[in-house]
């Protein structure tokens, strides 16, 4: 009587790097074929609000620090 020994290390160690192979392609195809430029909404919604919240600030500040010009006329007037 003969004994067959069958070892599944080569098995197991094929199969690990097929599914390292396999995840090295799904990430090139994943780089290759990802969609650029699309903003999804809410992204797009939050920079529309921040943009309006700097204007907003930006008009405050300007308020804050506008200066009152005096004609020559209302000087005259008071000496």
Do not use: H, P, Y
């Not at 067959?4 to 160690?13: D, N, Q, R």
């Not at 790097?17 to 919604?45: L, T, Y």
């Not at 804050?64 to 000087?75: L, N, P, Q, Y």
């Amino acid at each position: 009587t003969t004994r067959s020994i069958v070892s599944t290390t080569e098995l197991e160690a094929c199969r690990v790097n097929a599914k390292k192979e396999k995840r090295v392609r799904n990430r090139d195809n994943m780089r290759k074929f990802k969609k650029r430029g699309k903003i999804s909404r809410k992204k797009m919604m939050r920079k529309l609000a921040s943009n309006d919240a700097r204007q907003l600030e930006n008009e405050f500040i300007a308020k804050c620090f506008t200066t009152i010009t005096i004609d020559e006329e209302d000087s005259g007037k008071r000496r």
